[in-house]
C-alpha cells in the first residue's frame, strides 16, 4: 500500500481511501476527488476539504463505481476478524479502515492484520506511516471500530 499524505486536517479518510484505491491500481488522487465530487459532500464545500463521516466512506466509494455486498461496520474486534478471514479466503475483500474517535475522530487505512495487531496506514499530513496497534491498546485507549468492504 502506497503510503499517502492527508492534504489537511480533514482530510484523513480520503487519504485512506486514496491508498486503498492506489491499491486496486485506481491513481485518483484526494485533489481529483474533491474537484469531481465536492458538490455531494457539504461539508467540502464549506472549507472542510476531504472531511467525510463514517457513512460518507462507502458512499464516497460507491460514486467512484465500487459496489460492496459486505459493508461491515463494528467495534467488535472477533466479529471483524472472522469475517475478514472469511472473505480473504474467497478472494472477495476489497479493503479496510480503522475509525478511531479518542482522542478526535480519525482514520487509519488497514494494510495487514492478525490476531493480536493491525497494521495501519496513518496519514499524517508530513509523514505518512505504518504503524502496528495493538487490539488490546486500541479496545482499552480508542472505542476503534472497523470498516470491512468486500465485493
Not at 484505491?21 to 465536492?38: E, P, W
Not at 458512499?59 to 474486534?77: Q, R, V
Not at 479518542?102 to 495487531?117: D, E, M, S, V, W
Request: proline residues 5%.
Amino acid at each position: 500500500m502506497k503510503l499517502v499524505k492527508a492534504i489537511n486536517c480533514w482530510a484523513c479518510a480520503l487519504a485512506c481511501i486514496e491508498a486503498t484505491l492506489n491499491k486496486h491500481g485506481n491513481l485518483l488522487t484526494q485533489k481529483d476527488i474533491i474537484k469531481a465530487y465536492s458538490p455531494f459532500f457539504h461539508a467540502w464545500r464549506n472549507d472542510q476539504e476531504g472531511l467525510l463521516t463514517r457513512a460518507e466512506i462507502p458512499y464516497l466509494l460507491e460514486l467512484l463505481g465500487y459496489h460492496f455486498s459486505i459493508i461491515l461496520f463494528t467495534n467488535d474486534k472477533d466479529e471483524f476478524l472472522n469475517i475478514f478471514t472469511k472473505y480473504v479466503g474467497l478472494n472477495r475483500y476489497w479493503g479496510s479502515f480503522l475509525l478511531l474517535r479518542q482522542p478526535t475522530n480519525h482514520c487509519n487505512a488497514i494494510r495487514g492484520l492478525n490476531g493480536q495487531q493491525v497494521e495501519a496506514m496513518e496519514p499524517d499530513q508530513n509523514n505518512p506511516i505504518i504503524v502496528p496497534k495493538a487490539f488490546v491498546d486500541l479496545h482499552q485507549n480508542n472505542a476503534p471500530e472497523y470498516l470491512l468492504l468486500c465485493s
